[in-house]
């Protein structure tokens, strides 16, 4: 087993992707992530490096999407999902898309990475923690988190 990290490539990996009304679908082999966006909005807001995929032969096994946060200031990216196939978690594949994330935003510029997750996804937690993240609004449902990339 071998894994390979790569950017999202429209031209070979359409398989992935599922448009629906307002909601995006990343299809991994073991399961869907999905994004609350629309088609023109998913474009709009993905950066050019917004999907990174893990491979384990030609089967996705995960994936990061990021891009604009549009409540905030140019200098933000949201993270608007992660995922990695459950007989593949544990083995530093999600901190490596994670850092897929960080290396775009030190390259543009980019000064707050944030996310959202719920309270009770204990792996999620922990990995973003591990990662750097901090949490910075907290509700029943909800749970915000931030890292800062670089200071001014």
């Known amino acids: ?51 990174w995929i893990a491979l384990d032969e ?10 604009k946060y549009a409540r905030e200031n140019p200098t933000c990216i949201a993270i608007y999902g992660i995922r990695v196939d459950e007989p593949y ?14 290396m775009y935003a030190r390259r543009e510029g980019i000064d707050l990475i944030i996310l959202h997750t719920k309270p009770d996804n204990i792996a999620s937690l922990t990995l973003f923690k591990k990662a750097g993240y901090i949490i910075t609004e ?3 449902d909800k749970l915000k988190l931030i890292k800062k990339v670089r200071t001014r």
């Open 89 to 102: 978690r544990r083995r530093g594949i999600g901190g490596i898309l994670l850092q897929k994330v960080d």
């Open 138 to 140: 907290n509700s029943s």
């Open 1 to 51: 087993m071998k894994i390979q990290i790569r950017k999202f490539d429209e031209t070979k990996d359409t398989r992935i992707l599922e448009y629906q009304p307002n909601r995006i679908i990343i299809d991994t082999t073991g399961g869907k992530m999905s994004s609350s966006f629309n088609q023109s909005d998913f474009h709009k807001i993905l950066t050019s490096d917004g999907i």
């Open 58 to 67: 030609d089967k996705i096994i995960g994936a990061v999407l990021f891009g």
